[in-house]
């Protein structure tokens, strides 16, 4: 944890996570419109963030997008926050951020991205995410579908009821490097995720981005059971056994 630990005591690479929170993947040239610094110094500061993997970055045609990735700070949280403080830490900043007139507003709703790296191939991974018997084991739902473009898709319960919490659309089968799928009641409704499958040197790396949030709140249980849910999913790849006491339940759509 020490390069995250360097990475973040520079308030200039602190400034730029905080930039990324508010709108994520932005290229290094909207990055620069908001710091008065060099073009150079700046993309010093992003491949200290990169190395200390605080961000991600992809390419889009000619541009560089630039990511947070929240995986090392849940990782602090995981350590050193136990899971009965939270509910008291939660109150204590709710009322600080009140104090401070400090709310997410809801006409800007970021994109959610998560990126980790899983000791697998990516045919693995693509089986973890498709398969409705390993879903149904690190998920503790069944992701049941033909996984066809247009098809639809369906987050089922185990518990025999034949109930979905969430339904979908399949729109980019890419086996086994992209899915893209709705997560929610339906286009154009329902919000969209997509899982990019990178190898990474002798590893995989995971990229979800979940887009079209329809309010803060949205956004922050997202935040919250994403990181659970591919926690798991990367126990089971690597282990043969999903981490124990982990609420891999994502929360329904509203």
Request: aromatic residues 6%; hydrophobic residues 40%; glycine residues 6%.
């Given at each position: 944890m020490?390069p995250v630990?360097?990475?973040?005591?520079?308030p200039?690479?602190r400034?730029?996570?905080d930039r990324?929170r508010?709108?994520?993947?932005q290229?290094?040239g909207?990055?620069?419109?908001?710091?008065?610094?060099?073009r150079q110094s700046?993309t010093q500061?992003?491949?200290?963030?990169?190395?200390?993997?605080?961000?991600s970055?992809?390419r889009?045609g000619r541009?560089?997008?630039?990511?947070?990735?929240?995986?090392?700070?849940?990782e602090?949280?995981?350590?050193?926050i136990?899971?009965?403080e939270?509910p008291r830490l939660?109150?204590?900043s709710a009322?600080?951020?009140r104090?401070?007139?400090?709310?997410?507003?809801?006409?800007?709703?970021?994109d959610?991205v998560y990126?980790?790296?899983?000791e697998?191939t990516p045919?693995?991974v693509?089986?973890?995410?498709t398969?409705?018997e390993?879903?149904?084991q690190?998920?503790g739902h069944?992701n049941?579908?033909?996984?066809?473009?247009g098809s639809?898709?369906?987050?089922r319960?185990v518990?025999?009821?034949g109930v979905?919490d969430v339904?979908?659309t399949?729109?980019d089968?890419?086996p086994?490097?992209k899915?893209?799928?709705?997560?929610?009641?339906?286009?154009p409704?329902?919000?969209?995720?997509?899982?990019?499958?990178e190898?990474y040197?002798d590893?995989?790396?995971?990229t979800v981005?979940h887009?079209?949030?329809?309010?803060a709140?949205d956004?922050?249980?997202?935040?919250?059971g994403?990181p659970?849910?591919l926690?798991?999913?990367k126990s089971l790849?690597e282990t043969?056994?999903?981490?124990?006491?982990v609420p891999?339940?994502?929360?329904?759509?509203?």
């Amino acid at each position: 944890m020490d390069p995250v630990f360097k990475a973040l005591a520079d308030p200039t690479r602190r400034l730029l996570l905080d930039r990324l929170r508010v709108r994520n993947g932005q290229t290094l040239g909207e990055l620069c419109a908001h710091a008065d610094m060099t073009r150079q110094s700046l993309t010093q500061h992003l491949a200290v963030l990169e190395a200390a993997n605080l961000i991600s970055s992809t390419r889009r045609g000619r541009e560089k997008l630039h990511y947070l990735n929240p995986v090392p700070l849940h990782e602090i949280h995981q350590r050193w926050i136990g899971k009965f403080e939270q509910p008291r830490l939660r109150a204590l900043s709710a009322l600080k951020h009140r104090a401070e007139g400090d709310t997410m507003t809801e006409h800007v709703i970021p994109d959610y991205v998560y990126v980790t790296y899983i000791e697998a191939t990516p045919e693995r991974v693509w089986q973890a995410l498709t398969d409705a018997e390993l879903t149904a084991q690190y998920w503790g739902h069944s992701n049941i579908s033909d996984w066809q473009p247009g098809s639809p898709w369906e987050h089922r319960r185990v518990d025999g009821s034949g109930v979905a919490d969430v339904v979908g659309t399949v729109i980019d089968v890419n086996p086994p490097s992209k899915l893209v799928v709705t997560f929610g009641p339906g286009i154009p409704e329902s919000s969209t995720v997509t899982f990019d499958i990178e190898p990474y040197g002798d590893i995989v790396r995971l990229t979800v981005t979940h887009v079209g949030l329809a309010s803060a709140t949205d956004h922050a249980d997202v935040s919250h059971g994403w990181p659970a849910v591919l926690a798991n999913l990367k126990s089971l790849l690597e282990t043969g056994h999903v981490l124990p006491d982990v609420p891999w339940e994502m929360p329904q759509p509203r």
